[in-house]
């Protein structure tokens, strides 16, 4: 792991000066019914683009942009000009900040940090914040996992942020063990996280859809890399540590709330998709969360954006 501060045109550690913009806040998730409620779905949303009060709440969204600069091509910086997360962690960035337009390597208004895969075009994360963080830490530890640049932690005062991007196993058997192994290599720094006892948040592509909630056809896929008896039995271990996954948490029971979908067999046309992007938070700061949801209409990515508002911490 490599710690490294913040600084003005430091590597991949950039900022760009904002006039001032009005902020918005995401709305709750209304229950989701099935297919027939397909029809309506921008109405679950309408309210993100509702006044709140400057300093009352902050917002942290994830998305697997599939390619930032394919993204950028589908309106991506639109969509963050309008949306205006206080944090936002995209994974699978496939580029280098070169390759962009300063406009998306670095927005106005937005502190970036980068960390990008060894490989060109492939992997990566990065995460866009309003303010700045007091330091990052890049990768995990975990050699193979750190060249793909698949964690990158940033700490904004007490606040912590991991923003990670699980392998795939889908390839075969040889990449599923490789994602075995860094499932269990993350869950001890999942846990040691925790034992800091500071308001954290874990953002991402988990690549695991964990209940039969989280996905359509559960019993069909039940032998597929993403729902593996094995991936969701981790999945459960890293809640039974103290992890809150703040979207169910407020929607116990509600179908539907997929963040992917296949570019197969019209699978997002009939919402045949798997919930495998999450904001989990450490417990006390879970208890802050106001809203969650999944903005379905974004349409960067074959994943959509996810999000969580939280509470202030008052003085």
Request: positive net charge; charged residues 25%.
């Amino acid at each position: 792991m490599s710690p490294t501060g913040t600084g003005r045109g430091s590597g991949p550690d950039r900022r760009r000066a904002a006039g001032p913009r009005r902020r918005v806040a995401p709305g709750p998730v209304a229950p989701h019914k099935g297919r027939g409620a397909l029809a309506v779905q921008p109405a679950l949303f309408a309210d993100l683009d509702a006044p709140r009060d400057e300093g009352a709440s902050f917002s942290v969204w994830s998305l697997n942009c599939n390619g930032l600069r394919s993204a950028a091509d589908k309106g991506w910086l639109e969509w963050l000009q309008r949306r205006r997360p206080d944090v936002l962690c995209m994974q699978e960035v496939r580029a280098q900040p070169a390759q962009l337009p300063d406009a998306c390597a670095c927005p106005v208004g937005y502190n970036t940090r980068w960390l990008p895969a060894e490989k060109k075009g492939y992997s990566g994360v990065a995460t866009y914040s309003r303010l700045a963080a007091d330091r990052h830490v890049e990768g995990s530890g975990l050699g193979w996992s750190d060249s793909e640049g698949r964690v990158l932690r940033s700490e904004f005062g007490p606040l912590v942020v991991v923003n990670a991007y699980v392998p795939s196993g889908t390839s075969g058997e040889e990449r599923q063990t490789a994602k075995y192994a860094w499932l269990d290599h993350f869950l001890g720094i999942a846990a040691r996280l925790l034992a800091e006892q500071r308001p954290a948040l874990l953002c991402g592509d988990f690549n695991i859809a964990h209940t039969e909630l989280d996905i359509h056809a559960p019993r069909r896929n039940e032998k597929n890399s993403g729902f593996l008896p094995e991936e969701r039995a981790w999945f459960s271990r890293l809640l039974e540590l103290g992890w809150c996954d703040v979207l169910r948490r407020l929607n116990p029971q509600v179908p539907g709330l997929y963040s992917w979908w296949s570019a197969r067999g019209r699978a997002r046309e009939n919402d045949l998709g798997w919930r495998l992007d999450y904001v989990l938070a450490s417990p006390a700061l879970a208890e802050r969360a106001l809203a969650a949801g999944i903005d379905r209409e974004a349409g960067l990515s074959d994943h959509a954006p996810v999000w969580v508002r939280f509470r202030a911490e008052t003085p």
